[in-house]
């Protein structure tokens, strides 16, 4: 009984894995569109930034996935199978690139990607953190807990970089580097 459910885990732990892959590349791609797309420096170099955590993340994973299968991640086969939050790909992730193809390089259509970014990074951190809370595998602990504390830290980047490119006042404010007279 122990090996089925230690083989189900191990199953389910390569199913989310291969998941975890396929949203980190699709991040990837999206966050450069985005950049791409900006004529915003700060808005740019901001997500260009993320999209390279999204390339290390990506590579961290494919290290788990080859030490936990074996298989090298060449031979990753994501058509075939049914994967975790599948939905999650392939509905949101299609979500925000039909809104992220709609916008063009102005600011008011920047603040929407960082908009659209955050519910990327949230729908992230809530996949890796059910894995890190529902896993017996130490390894898989780690590394899921690591990837949520890192979409809650790009979260909390595009949060603070769309408070400063959307009201530069308020921003200053809150972080108190100025003096409010009146």
Do not use: C
């Not at 975890?20 to 700060?42: C, D, H, Q």
Request: no cysteine.
């Amino acid at each position: 009984m122990d090996d089925k459910r230690a083989t189900f885990i191990h199953e389910d732990l390569a199913k989310a894995a291969k998941t975890a892959i396929g949203m980190e590349e699709e991040g990837y791609s999206i966050y450069m569109k985005a950049a791409a797309k900006s004529t915003n420096p700060l808005g740019s170099a901001t997500l260009k930034a993320i999209a390279e955590k999204e390339l290390l993340h990506k590579k961290a994973i494919e290290d788990f996935y080859s030490g936990l299968t074996g298989t090298s991640v060449e031979k990753i086969s994501f058509a075939d199978a049914q994967l975790w939050s599948s939905k999650l790909r392939s509905e949101i992730l299609k979500s925000i690139k039909d809104s992220l193809d709609k916008l063009s390089g102005s600011d008011e259509d920047l603040l929407k990607a960082y908009e659209i970014s955050m519910v990327m990074e949230k729908k992230g951190y809530d996949f890796y953190d059910k894995i890190a809370k529902t896993t017996d595998n130490e390894n898989a602990k780690q590394l899921f807990s690591f990837l949520a504390k890192e979409e809650n830290s790009h979260y909390e980047l595009l949060q603070e970089t769309h408070l400063y490119l959307s009201d530069p006042s308020e921003w200053f404010h809150k972080e108190e580097r100025w003096l409010v007279e009146g």
